[in-house]
Nanobody, 112 residues
């Protein structure tokens, strides 16, 4: 069992930035991969970014170049730095620990 606690969501204007954090209840080196997913109203949950325990990152095309996933192993925490935010980035963002563990989600709203 892995418990994930997210923080950092909120309301931001288009072009702004936010940083999400996800702290795991176990050593994240023992997790094959961690990542961020998002789900907008009426849509499926989609992958945003992942980072493997070896440090390899992967991004959805829609966020590549704007979002950066990183981690602090000592803190068992994964981050998602989101820059140049767009209204279409509005969604509930979920932290994931491979394969099936998700946090409670944090709302990100991009609006003027």
């Amino acid at each position: 069992q892995v418990r994930l606690v997210e923080s950092g969501g909120g309301l931001v204007q288009p072009g702004g930035s936010l940083r999400l954090s996800c702290t795991a209840s176990i050593n994240i080196f023992s997790i094959t991969s961690m990542g961020w997913y998002r789900q907008a109203p009426g849509k499926q949950r989609d992958m945003v970014a992942t980072i493997s325990n070896g440090g390899t990152t992967n991004y959805a095309d829609s966020v590549r170049g704007r979002f950066t996933i990183s981690r602090d192993v000592a803190k068992n925490t994964v981050y998602l730095q989101m820059n140049s935010l767009k209204p279409e980035d509005t969604a509930v963002y979920y932290c994931n620990a491979f394969p099936i563990y998700y946090g409670q989600g944090t709302q990100v709203t991009v609006s003027s």
